[in-house]
């Protein structure tokens, strides 16, 4: 399956620690987008990246957060000092082309901050 | 005014009727529209894009744009207890560069 793989699936963290989120897009895509999708809420875009470019952070919080592309490996979404309020569904999708291309999701990371 | 809106539902029909699915949207120049569905405890899941006035049809799902009025739907024709999900409409909005904006969903429960 040439799916978007994400991992790992669950992630626990206590308050303080850091949480780190992988993403690998679908084989042959370039575009990578992170999505949380907080409790009973709706899917909020937090940030878009091409390879070694960040390219709209517009979603993504100002404090604690980050993303990178790499050139090579998966995509990281690492957030800092995480709080209860992370506590969330991350979702990563991807896209071939940029420009209004359908994007495609990955299972989802579902982390929990005690 | 949201900028993408949906019935939050739940829609209930019956099995194998026709599930009718609406979505607005604020942006009057938006070009690119998705739906969208999901499991509980999923990810979602592509059913259609659109991008030109009229319908599209793929199987039993039937997604219509609507630019002038600014409203996408989605019509799921012999509805199957599979199809209870949350459907999701999302849109690319003008100067959005390539994010989605999602709607909150409408939850559908085909019944037996």
């Known amino acids: 399956n040439a799916g978007v793989m994400q991992n790992p699936r669950h992630l626990v963290r206590r308050r303080g620690q850091e949480a780190r989120l992988r993403c690998s897009p679908m084989k042959g895509h370039s575009h990578v987008y992170w999505y949380r999708q907080l409790p009973e809420e709706g899917l909020k875009f937090m940030v878009y990246?091409?390879?070694?470019?960040?390219?709209?952070e517009s979603g993504m919080p100002k404090e604690r957060f980050s993303a990178e592309f790499p050139k090579e490996g998966p995509s990281i979404l690492r957030i800092q000092q995480v709080v209860r309020g992370d506590s969330a569904a991350y979702f990563c999708a991807s896209s071939p082309r940029g420009s209004q291309d359908t994007q495609y999701f990955g299972p989802g990371t579902r982390l929990t901050v005690l | 005014q949201k900028e993408v809106e949906q019935n939050s539902g739940p829609l209930s029909v019956p099995e194998g009727a026709i599930a009718s699915l609406n979505c607005t949207y604020s942006?009057?120049?938006?070009?690119?529209f998705f739906w969208y569905r999901q499991y509980s405890g999923k990810s979602p899941e592509l059913i259609m894009s659109i991008y030109s006035n009229g319908d599209k049809e793929d199987g039993r799902f039937t997604a219509q744009l609507n630019k002038a009025s600014q409203y996408v739907s989605l019509l799921i024709r012999d509805s199957q207890p599979s199809d209870s999900a949350t459907y999701l409409c999302?849109?690319?909005?003008?100067?959005?560069?390539?994010?989605?904006?999602f709607g909150t969903g409408t939850q559908l429960k085909v019944e037996l």
């Open positions: 990246l091409q390879k070694e470019n960040i390219i709209d």
């Open positions: 942006d009057r120049g938006s070009q690119s």
């Open positions: 999302a849109v690319i909005l003008t100067g959005g560069g390539n994010k989605l904006t």
